[in-house]
C-alpha cells in the first residue's frame, strides 16, 4: 500500500522523494515539503472506506499543493510562529481554511467532510482562546455551522468578536479561493484575534509573549473597527535624496539647440554658416504627477520607476503606506522627480503593509502638479488598517475634486504609457 500511494505526495508538491506513512485519524494528518538531501513527510490515513480519513489526506495534499502553487510562502507557519510571534494554534488554525478553500475551489470536495481536530462537547469546557480557532478552522468545513453555533453558545461570544472572527474566515477563505493573499496580512488579522482572545497561560492570564502588537495600536484600534465610520490615520512626508540619476530621463529634460526660447547658443545664430538654432527650448513633457498604493495588495520595483520615468521623465512618482509595525500612522515617500530616483529599498523598509492614509496622501495629491494619477486598487482603510463606508465617500470626493484618474496596477499604467508612443 505504501508502495502504491507513495508517489502521490510528489504530484501534488511538485517534487520528491516522500516518507509516507499511515496514521490513525484520530491524530490527524502532517506533511513537509523536501528541503535539499532530506525527503519530505507525509502522514496521513490510507483507509479509503472513511470519508473523513480521506478528506485529512486530502488537506494534506493541499498543504504541498498550496505551496508548489505560490500561495503561501515557504515555511509560512514556522515564520507565523517564529517572526510574527503568533502562537501555533492560531497560525495553523489561519492556515488551514486557506488550504480548505483552495483545494474546495479547484473541485476536491472530500475536504467538505474533514473532521476538527477536536469537537465541542458540553461536557468539556474548551479555553476560550481553543473555542475560539476552532470557530475559524471551521470555515468551508460541512460540520461548520453546527460546530459553530455550540462554539458561540457555550463560550459566550459577543458580536464584536463573531465580527473579527467572521471578518478573518472571510479573508482567508478569499485568499485560498483566488491563490492571492498576503502573509503579514494574515499576521496582523490574527494578532488582532490573539489579542483579544489568548491564548492564556497556565495562571488564566493573557500569555503577552506571544502577543505581536508593538504599542498597543492594534487593541486601540479593536473597538473602533467594528463601526460604520472609521478615520484617516495620521501621516508624515518623507522626501530622501534623490541620488540616482536616470541617464535616459535627465537627457530628455535637457535643454537642446531650437529657434525659440532663451538665446544661448550664440554661435549657431549666424546663418547660412550655422543652422540658425541659437534658441534653448525643452521638449514638451506632460510631467504631473503619480501617487502609487504600496501596501500589501500592491508592489514596485525600480525597473517600474524607470519604465515610468522613461516615457514621463518629468514626472513626479511618489509612494505611500502605514507605518511598519502600526496601523494608526502612515507615510508618503517621494521616490522619484527630476529624472533622479531613491534607493527604492530604503524607501520599503519605512513603509508597512496597510493602507491607513489613503485620504491624506489623495489630499496631498490634490496640491500636486497635475496631470494626477493614483494607482491602486481602490481599496481604501483608515485607523487599524480597517475599512468604513465614510472613507470610501471621502476618497471620492478627493478623487473628483483633484480630477485625479485612478489605475488599478503599475503594469496597466506601463502598458498604457508604452501605447501612447
Given at each position: 500500500?505504501?508502495?502504491?500511494?507513495?508517489?502521490l505526495p510528489s504530484v501534488a508538491a511538485g517534487d520528491g522523494p516522500f516518507r509516507v506513512k499511515h496514521r490513525d485519524i484520530e491524530f490527524g494528518g502532517c506533511c513537509t515539503m523536501p528541503s535539499g538531501e532530506?525527503?519530505?513527510?507525509?502522514?496521513?490515513?490510507?483507509?479509503?472506506?472513511?470519508?473523513?480519513?480521506?478528506?485529512?489526506?486530502?488537506?494534506?495534499?493541499?498543504?504541498?499543493?498550496?505551496?508548489?502553487?505560490?500561495?503561501?510562502?515557504?515555511?509560512?507557519?514556522?515564520?507565523?510562529?517564529?517572526?510574527?510571534?503568533?502562537?501555533?494554534?492560531?497560525?495553523?488554525?489561519?492556515?488551514?481554511?486557506?488550504?480548505?478553500?483552495?483545494?474546495?475551489?479547484?473541485?476536491?470536495?472530500?475536504?467538505?467532510?474533514?473532521?476538527?481536530?477536536?469537537?465541542?462537547?458540553?461536557?468539556?469546557?474548551?479555553?476560550?482562546?481553543?473555542?475560539?480557532?476552532?470557530?475559524?478552522?471551521?470555515?468551508?468545513?460541512?460540520?461548520?455551522?453546527?460546530?459553530?453555533?455550540?462554539?458561540?453558545?457555550?463560550?459566550?461570544?459577543?458580536?464584536?468578536?463573531?465580527?473579527?472572527?467572521?471578518?478573518?474566515?472571510?479573508?482567508?477563505?478569499?485568499?485560498?479561493?483566488?491563490?492571492?493573499?498576503?502573509?503579514?496580512?494574515?499576521?496582523?488579522?490574527?494578532?488582532?484575534?490573539?489579542?483579544?482572545?489568548?491564548?492564556?497561560?497556565?495562571?488564566?492570564?493573557?500569555?503577552?509573549?506571544?502577543?505581536?502588537?508593538?504599542?498597543?495600536?492594534?487593541?486601540?484600534?479593536?473597538?473602533?473597527?467594528?463601526?460604520?465610520?472609521?478615520?484617516?490615520?495620521?501621516?508624515?512626508?518623507?522626501?530622501?535624496?534623490?541620488?540616482?540619476?536616470?541617464?535616459?530621463?535627465?537627457?530628455?529634460?535637457?535643454?537642446?539647440?531650437?529657434?525659440?526660447?532663451?538665446?544661448?547658443?550664440?554661435?549657431?545664430?549666424?546663418?547660412?554658416?550655422?543652422?540658425?538654432?541659437?534658441?534653448?527650448?525643452?521638449?514638451?513633457?506632460?510631467?504631473?504627477?503619480?501617487?502609487?498604493?504600496?501596501?500589501?495588495?500592491?508592489?514596485?520595483?525600480?525597473?517600474?520607476?524607470?519604465?515610468?520615468?522613461?516615457?514621463?521623465?518629468?514626472?513626479t512618482i511618489a509612494l505611500y503606506a502605514s507605518c511598519p509595525n502600526r496601523f494608526d500612522t502612515g507615510r508618503i515617500v517621494v521616490a522619484a522627480a527630476r529624472g533622479r530616483t531613491i534607493e527604492l529599498q530604503?524607501?520599503?523598509?519605512?513603509?508597512?503593509?496597510?493602507?491607513?492614509?489613503?485620504?491624506?496622501?489623495?489630499?496631498?495629491?490634490?496640491?500636486?502638479?497635475?496631470?494626477?494619477?493614483?494607482?491602486?486598487?481602490?481599496?481604501?482603510?483608515?485607523?487599524?488598517?480597517?475599512?468604513?463606508?465614510?472613507?470610501?465617500?471621502?476618497?471620492?470626493?478627493?478623487?473628483?475634486?483633484?480630477?485625479?484618474?485612478?489605475?488599478?496596477?503599475?503594469?496597466?499604467?506601463?502598458?498604457?504609457?508604452?501605447?501612447?508612443?
Amino acid at each position: 500500500m505504501n508502495r502504491r500511494i507513495q508517489p502521490l505526495p510528489s504530484v501534488a508538491a511538485g517534487d520528491g522523494p516522500f516518507r509516507v506513512k499511515h496514521r490513525d485519524i484520530e491524530f490527524g494528518g502532517c506533511c513537509t515539503m523536501p528541503s535539499g538531501e532530506t525527503p519530505g513527510l507525509f502522514e496521513a490515513p490510507f483507509v479509503n472506506s472513511d470519508t473523513a480519513a480521506i478528506g485529512v489526506r486530502q488537506h494534506e495534499y493541499g498543504h504541498l499543493a498550496v505551496e508548489r502553487n505560490h500561495v503561501l510562502p515557504k515555511n509560512a507557519l514556522q515564520k507565523l510562529v517564529r517572526q510574527y510571534l503568533i502562537d501555533e494554534m492560531w497560525a495553523q488554525a489561519g492556515l488551514d481554511v486557506i488550504v480548505n478553500t483552495f483545494m474546495l475551489s479547484r473541485g476536491n470536495r472530500e475536504i467538505s467532510e474533514l473532521p476538527l481536530c477536536k469537537t465541542p462537547s458540553k461536557s468539556v469546557e474548551w479555553p476560550r482562546w481553543m473555542a475560539a480557532t476552532l470557530y475559524l478552522r471551521a470555515e468551508a468545513l460541512e460540520c461548520g455551522c453546527t460546530v459553530r453555533r455550540e462554539l458561540a453558545g457555550t463560550n459566550e461570544f459577543d458580536e464584536i468578536e463573531l465580527g473579527l472572527l467572521a471578518e478573518t474566515g472571510n479573508y482567508l477563505r478569499k485568499g485560498g479561493e483566488t491563490g492571492r493573499i498576503y502573509l503579514p496580512r494574515i499576521a496582523r488579522q490574527l494578532a488582532i484575534l490573539q489579542e483579544l482572545f489568548g491564548p492564556y497561560s497556565e495562571t488564566g492570564e493573557y500569555s503577552d509573549s506571544k502577543i505581536s502588537d508593538p504599542g498597543g495600536h492594534l487593541r486601540r484600534c479593536l473597538l473602533e473597527q467594528r463601526r460604520i465610520k472609521n478615520t484617516w490615520g495620521k501621516i508624515e512626508l518623507i522626501s530622501p535624496p534623490l541620488t540616482y540619476p536616470y541617464r535616459v530621463a535627465r537627457q530628455s529634460l535637457r535643454t537642446r539647440p531650437g529657434f525659440s526660447g532663451a538665446f544661448r547658443y550664440p554661435e549657431r545664430a549666424l546663418i547660412p554658416l550655422a543652422d540658425g538654432r541659437a534658441f534653448a527650448c525643452r521638449r514638451r513633457t506632460s510631467g504631473g504627477t503619480v501617487l502609487i498604493d504600496c501596501s500589501g495588495s500592491m508592489s514596485i520595483g525600480i525597473k517600474d520607476l524607470q519604465n515610468i520615468l522613461l516615457s514621463e521623465p518629468a514626472t513626479t512618482i511618489a509612494l505611500y503606506a502605514s507605518c511598519p509595525n502600526r496601523f494608526d500612522t502612515g507615510r508618503i515617500v517621494v521616490a522619484a522627480a527630476r529624472g533622479r530616483t531613491i534607493e527604492l529599498q530604503d524607501a520599503k523598509t519605512l513603509l508597512g503593509p496597510g493602507n491607513v492614509v489613503d485620504g491624506p496622501a489623495l489630499e496631498w495629491l490634490n496640491h500636486q502638479p497635475p496631470p494626477r494619477l493614483w494607482i491602486s486598487d481602490g481599496f481604501v482603510t483608515g485607523r487599524g488598517d480597517m475599512p468604513a463606508v465614510n472613507l470610501v465617500v471621502d476618497a471620492m470626493r478627493l478623487l473628483r475634486r483633484g480630477h485625479i484618474r485612478c489605475v488599478a496596477t503599475v503594469a496597466e499604467y506601463l502598458l498604457e504609457l508604452r501605447s501612447r508612443t
